[in-house]
């Protein structure tokens, strides 16, 4: 049973960080730096928890909140380049926090041995909810009381101006602009959410599994947080949501017989995918396929 | 495709076991996981084909005698965790609550141990703390200090700090004209990084050698102390570097009797090369116990020429070589990490026979606490090149060693201190 | 009374000259039309006037105000919307959301920027309603915007443009690709934003249309203003003769 | 260890020599890019995969060791129109997030293939024979300066390759077609230009430099690993990014300049810290210099 909570911990961490890639696909960015805020989450909750011995919930909230104002700084100068540079431009920016999780040492002496960050040997025993008797259906309703928040505000969005405004930008900046729509504001404003959102899951993430250190962090794993709102479609939500069981829940854990076949199958699929199904998994469901504008 | 097949014959295996379709025969199961996809996938490969190996000779001496005085038939599960701490903690999960695994061998990665061995419950009944409860025994993943996580972990792995320590007690005997060292490590890779500055440098200060550019502020010989000194004052490298230049250039301009090199394979031969090319010509190079393995043979036979490394196995005994002998007919090599899959399985089948356990799964947590104390009540187990020590305290192994170096394109002998 | 004030405006591309010292005024309430051959300057001139480009000199003033240099979206703020010579949708949004979009409130009751972003408002939904029927758009509100035909497209960017509620709008092109009875209807929308005080910028090369619609003419070659007047004299100017045909 | 001004001397020759390898496979991303304005990601992937290609081919048929490469640039290449049929030719070509999707999807698959197939650990690349024997010293005041006999072939070779690019594109109808292609497509079309001929041509031409690269980086690394790629790919796009999109030069010059400044940056601060700066030097050209050197104009509409 643990273990099948454990994949359910899994999917709803992912789908936190697909999430915040999601709303900024919304606005047409295309954003590697989501594990970049992912790290800052974690490590920073985790330093809070651990070494402060902070409860679980102020902690979360301040790593979310770290991750968003770092979102905040990074919306800015992000908003100079477009397309193709962003991602290069958010890789050098999830390298360079990757990079400082490696030099990170904070380590303080609790109950006898040491605990906190340890640069490349990682941040491990981050046991808050272990130590505090949660069992693991109650970390995964926790993370997923969190994802349901998310997605119903997200989902929320789309039914208020704010989200028809994002997807504007999405569909044509220069329109936008011209409808009164103040570019700066709205990117800055979906970085900084997406940076909230994929902070949070962090924190959630170093909780759940107890250890985060620098090699969770790799391009691998940004490539992992774009491809799920990509392969699941920016129709709605529940996109990403599909993606995440698809390739966490099906590929990943129920195909684990097949070994590293399952990673050669997931370049396969992505390829297929976008070959087949550009718009994303979504378009399935949908009748017509009204291709993207501009 | 052998894989594909076998994988799809277990789950179907899975099934029926779940189905309740009752199995004619009688078995324990153990666990396996580590790296079989990705650049260190030869750990998890060769450690599998070792403990398949080691399951195949159980079973065909008769298999494991239940408590009931019936024998059972040992089958093994292996799964690939792709030396990435998330999938070792799922697997750790997985094995744990949906398998009637007894106890699991792995990983392979020290990354992936640091990050499973925390979710397991820390201290034995404590009520508060929700971990899993499966022991866990470990044959590879070798950085020093992480049995002790949890109660419920335990290794056989080679006992680093003492290794290092007779090591160059053994030098300063021996060759008496050695004085300075300098080195460097893959500051990436949690064991060559942790082994350097814990245990390396700080023996080999305890024994009288110098670093070549005047004593490391805090290094006082005890392990541990002044670690992260050591790592500034020497020249270091990634895991994926391919140019070592730089690096090379500070280990020539040491000008050290003795140059340490800590790293696995593909890095060590990396820098063993451009230190040749410089023209670098230390009186001795030590390395890492992982680099003991084939692929430096392999990848540089001739620039490894007289590296030193200390090793818990060697082909030195007949039992040692009888492994070493299955393992190259079945495409793997045993060295000191998959060496000892073959011991864990050996220590568990006696361990399972000593408390006593019940096939199939039945009581299966009580099992699995039986074979936990058991294990924690061993004080000596027997290994490939002789009796192995255990340390309860802390769930480790202090395993006989011998220290080889590369010769002729081959890992031989120097000193036996058995 | 003036609302836009045009004063020696240049633009460069590189060494191009594509507007070089045009200057004009525009009266508040009057339909001002800019005409020349393919490459003047026109589109230039708009996309300067609406803060697409810098402009390289010049300035200029709306309603005295200098807005040089503005944003799009500040322009937009300041009371200028326009349209687009190769139309710009939001083609995954509906055409209700489309002009959901553009909408601002009423300077005076503005309502907070939560409630501008996130809430709901009566006014909205009285004036998307009234801007669907204003384009016969009605049956198609919860439409995609992508999968309007032609004409629906060009109605619908016309009646964004007005739903930010500008005092003057750009219309770069309206009548491109439509047919006589389009033009029509066209005609009749412009008059219509004309007597609900807005005034009307037009460039178009569908001469019928300037000519019936327009109080005053602007002739545009090589970036400069060539002529200047009312429909009949630019009609009857030589030079405009000129540049349109040749000699 | 004190550091001394001829130090960094030596740090900075070391560097740009081996960037040089940065500097080739940086010429293919910009390559591609300016065919089509688009990031081939599996390019790094699909270089490693022809030198790997070279190595089994060679191997397996017991070929001489120069035929490795030979035929490596050949596979270079030949993954590499693989790569375009496969993650560009029938994608939307307005949809550029499909198009770097689907590679990065290539350049897993290639990836982990390699490892499937080699088990991912390393293996013996033969070394540039006389080449990578030659170790040149400088006397210069009584301290010497090293140069890698192999390393200067190997910038010898990028700026060779960085020669013909420049022909083929500029002097040959091929070259014109290329960038035909790239500047209107439909334009092209109507004058009888097949697009997809185009785009094929210039992905072989790049697989091939990749190829090429690929063989010269393991050959002056003695070994060959899938552990490669991803830092190569990385290093790649920093080095197209700083040099300009599009730029052929620029692509060479960056690749010199990062690999000089990488190996000072690790000399003076550590292996942990080398590349945050390196990063950083690129976030600098991304806000402030776009379009690197020598970019074109990148922010159209």
């Known amino acids: 049973m643990d273990y099948y909570l454990g994949v359910f911990q899994t999917i709803g961490v992912h789908t936190l960080l697909g999430l915040s890639a999601y709303i900024l696909l919304l606005t047409g960015q295309v954003s590697m730096a989501q594990i970049g805020f992912f790290a800052i989450g974690a490590y920073s909750s985790g330093v809070l928890t651990v070494i402060f011995s902070w409860n679980i919930y102020p902690a979360l909230a301040f790593g979310a909140l770290l991750a968003s104002f770092f979102a905040f700084l990074v919306g800015f100068p992000a908003l100079r380049v477009k397309g193709l540079m962003l991602v290069i431009a958010t890789i050098a920016f999830s390298e360079i926090v990757r990079l400082i999780t490696f030099n990170f040492v904070w380590m303080v002496e609790k109950d006898g041995i040491m605990v906190g960050a340890e640069g490349a040997q990682g941040f491990r025993e981050i046991r808050y909810f272990t130590t505090n008797g949660w069992d693991s259906s109650q970390v995964v309703l926790l993370i997923w009381i969190f994802v349901a928040i998310v997605m119903a505000m997200l989902w929320w969005l789309d039914r208020v101006k704010a989200g028809a405004v994002l997807r504007a930008v999405g569909n044509d900046e220069l329109a936008a602009q011209s409808s009164g729509i103040n570019l700066t504001t709205v990117k800055v404003a979906a970085m900084t959410a997406g940076g909230f959102i994929a902070g949070l899951g962090g924190g959630l993430y170093a909780h759940a599994v107890s250890y985060v250190d620098h090699i969770t962090f790799t391009i691998l794993m940004a490539t992992f947080a774009i491809s799920y709102p990509i392969l699941g479609g920016t129709k709605n939500v529940f996109g990403t949501l599909l993606a995440v069981i698809f390739i966490q829940g099906i590929l990943i854990e129920a195909f684990r017989f097949l070994e590293d076949w399952r990673l050669i199958i997931f370049g396969l699929l992505i390829i297929l995918v976008m070959n087949f199904m550009p718009d994303g998994l979504v378009s399935i469901f949908k009748k017509s396929n009204p291709g993207k504008g501009n | 495709m052998n894989k594909f097949i076998k994988g799809l014959a277990v789950s179907a295996l899975a099934f029926s076991m779940s189905a309740g379709v009752a199995l004619a025969e009688k078995t324990v199961l153990i666990s396996g996981w580590g790296a079989q996809s990705g650049p260190l996938k030869s750990f998890g490969i060769n450690s599998e084909t070792i403990l398949k190996a080691a399951v195949d000779k159980i079973n065909a001496d008769g298999g494991v005698k239940l408590k009931d005085g019936s024998m059972a038939k040992m089958v093994y599960e292996y799964y690939d965790s792709r030396c990435n701490a998330e999938e070792g903690i799922a697997l750790a999960r997985k094995t744990a609550t949906t398998t009637n695994t007894l106890i699991a061998i792995g990983p392979t990665c020290s990354g992936v141990a640091a990050a499973s061995f925390g979710v397991f419950q820390k201290k034995v009944d404590d009520a508060g703390d929700t971990g899993l409860q499966m022991p866990l025994f470990t044959n590879t993943a070798v950085r020093n200090g992480l049995a002790k996580i949890s109660q419920w972990t335990f290794r056989n792995t080679p006992n680093e700090p003492d290794m290092y320590d007779k090591l160059f007690a053994w030098i300063a005997k021996t060759r008496p004209e050695l004085k300075t060292v300098y080195g460097g490590t893959e500051t990436d890779q949690g064991h060559s990084a942790g082994t350097y500055r814990i245990v390396i440098i700080p023996a080999a200060v305890r024994h009288g050698f110098e670093w070549s550019e005047g004593p490391i502020e805090g290094v006082t010989g005890k392990i541990g102390e002044g670690a992260d000194n050591v790592q500034k004052a020497s020249s270091n490298w990634l895991m994926a570097d391919t140019s070592f230049s730089v690096q090379a250039r500070a280990f020539k301009k040491s000008k050290a009797d003795i140059f340490v090199i800590s790293s696995h394979p593909f890095t060590t031969c990396g820098i063993l090369k451009e230190l040749a090319r410089q023209k670098a010509s230390p009186k001795l190079i030590v390395g890492l116990t992982s680099s003991s393995s084939a692929e430096v043979m392999k990848g540089c036979p001739k620039q490894a020429e007289g590296m030193i490394i200390p090793t818990s196995f060697a082909p030195v005994t007949p039992e040692a070589k009888a492994v070493a002998d299955v393992a190259a007919a079945n495409g793997a090599s045993a060295d000191l990490h998959s060496a000892a899959a073959w011991e864990n399985v050996m220590i568990i089948k006696d361990v399972m026979e000593t408390v006593g356990v019940s096939a199939n799964g039945e009581n299966l947590q009580a099992d699995r606490r039986a074979i936990r104390d058991g294990l924690e009540a061993l004080k000596t187990t027997a290994g490939l090149i002789g009796t192995v020590t255990r340390n309860q305290e802390e769930g480790e192994a202090l395993k006989p060693y011998v220290f080889v170096h590369a010769k002729g394109g081959n890992w031989e002998v120097l000193h036996d201190p058995r | 009374m003036s609302i836009l004030k045009v004063d020696n405006l240049c633009k460069n591309f590189g060494g191009v000259q594509a507007v070089n010292g045009l200057n004009f005024e525009i009266n508040e309430g009057e339909i001002f039309g800019l005409i020349g051959p393919n490459g003047s300057g026109k589109s230039t001139t708009i996309n300067v006037i609406c803060g697409l480009y810098q402009p390289s000199e010049g300035s200029i003033f709306l309603n005295g105000k200098k807005i040089n240099g503005f944003k799009p979206n500040q322009c937009v703020d300041m009371g200028i919307s326009r349209t687009f010579q190769n139309i710009r949708l939001f083609g995954d949004l509906t055409v209700w959301q489309n002009l959901w979009v553009a909408w601002k409130d009423d300077r005076k009751n503005q309502g907070s920027w939560f409630s501008n972003w996130f809430g709901k408002s009566e006014s909205r939904e009285k004036l998307i309603s009234e801007l669907l029927s204003f384009s016969g758009l009605e049956t198609r509100a919860n439409d995609l915007a992508s999968n309007l035909s032609f004409g629906e497209q060009r109605r619908l960017e016309l009646a964004r443009a007005v739903a930010s509620k500008p005092k003057l709008i750009f219309l770069d092109e309206p009548a491109a690709g439509m047919n006589k009875e389009e033009v029509k209807e066209l005609r009749d929308r412009i008059f219509r934003l004309r007597d609900l005080g807005i005034t009307i910028f037009l460039v178009e090369h569908v001469m019928d249309l300037v000519m019936n619609v327009s109080n005053r003419i602007t002739v545009l070659n090589f970036g400069k203003a060539i002529s200047e007047g009312d429909p009949e004299s630019v009609q009857n100017d030589k030079a405009v003769q000129e540049a349109y045909f040749g000699q | ?301």
Do not use: W
């Open chain 4, 1 to 301: 260890m004190n550091i001394e001004f001829i130090d960094i001397v030596q740090a900075l020759i070391d560097g740009i020599l081996y960037g040089s390898t940065y500097a080739l496979i940086g010429l293919g991303f910009t390559l591609i890019f300016g065919a089509m304005e688009k990031l081939n990601m599996a390019y790094a992937a699909s270089s490693i995969g022809g030198a790997y290609v070279g190595l089994g081919v060679s191997v397996l048929l017991s070929l001489p060791l120069y035929a490795i490469f030979l035929i490596g640039p050949i596979g270079g290449g030949l993954l590499s129109v693989l790569v375009y049929i496969c993650c560009f030719r029938y994608l939307p070509s307005n949809n550029h997030l499909a198009a770097l999707m689907a590679s990065i999807g290539g350049l897993f698959f290639i990836d982990e293939i390699i490892s499937h197939e080699t088990d991912g650990s390393p293996l013996d690349f033969p070394e540039l024979g006389i080449f990578s024997e030659a170790y040149f010293e400088i006397e210069f005041s009584d301290m010497f300066l090293g140069f890698r006999g192999d390393l200067i072939f190997v910038m010898f070779a990028s700026f060779l390759a960085m020669l013909m690019l420049m022909y083929l594109l500029y002097r040959t109808r091929l070259g014109l077609a290329t960038r035909a292609v790239s500047q209107q497509p439909i334009a092209a079309q109507l004058c009888g230009i097949s697009i997809h001929q185009t785009n094929s041509v210039t992905f072989i031409l790049a697989g091939v430099l990749g190829g090429i690269a690929g063989c010269l980086a393991a050959a002056s690394v003695g070994v060959i690993s899938p552990l490669l790629v991803l830092p190569l790919t990385v290093k790649g796009l920093v080095v197209t990014v700083i040099g300009g999109l599009g730029s052929i030069r620029g692509a060479i010059i960056a690749g010199l300049l990062v690999g000089g400044l990488e190996s000072v940056f690790l000399l003076l601060r550590g292996v942990n810290e080398r590349d945050i700066y390196v990063f950083l030097l690129l976030f600098v050209f991304l806000v402030f210099r776009p379009n690197g050197f020598f970019g074109a104009e990148i922010d159209r509409d």
